[in-house]
């Protein structure tokens, strides 16, 4: 089992940064790839990010490609999302979640994530 903690959210003016962190608990978390979702008051969570067990592999959405920068420690089991260039329309609950499959086809999909965190809010005013 994998506990999952975001943080990191907060209010930030477009064309600003922040970092978001998701710390895993357990032992286990090198077996995971891990993904970053965020969902929108009024729209369903979306896919934005996701990196494999390693870190050699990464995919994003296209609305956050060029922007957003998503790393991991193993060493720490932590995850992290680095976001620049903010715009109004990322204002969003983020999440990050746990994935045993290690294929970027299914990364963009919530049915595939077996743990998730209890979100962290990122409110960008323009």
Avoid: H
């Amino acid at each position: 089992q994998v506990q999952l903690v975001d943080s990191g959210g907060g209010l930030v003016q477009a064309g600003g940064s922040l970092r978001l962190s998701c710390a895993a608990s357990g032992r286990t978390f090198s077996t995971y790839a891990m993904g970053w979702f965020r969902q929108a008051p009024g729209k369903e969570r979306e896919f934005v990010a996701a990196i494999s067990r390693s870190g050699g592999t990464t995919y994003y959405a296209d609305s956050v490609k060029g922007r957003f920068t998503i790393s991991r420690d193993n060493a720490k089991n932590t995850v992290y999302l680095q976001m620049v260039s903010l715009k109004p329309e990322d204002t969003a609950v983020y999440y990050c979640a746990a994935t045993p499959q290690n294929y970027p086809a299914v990364w963009g999909l919530r049915r595939y994530y077996d743990y998730w965190g209890q979100g962290t809010q990122v409110t960008v005013s323009s």
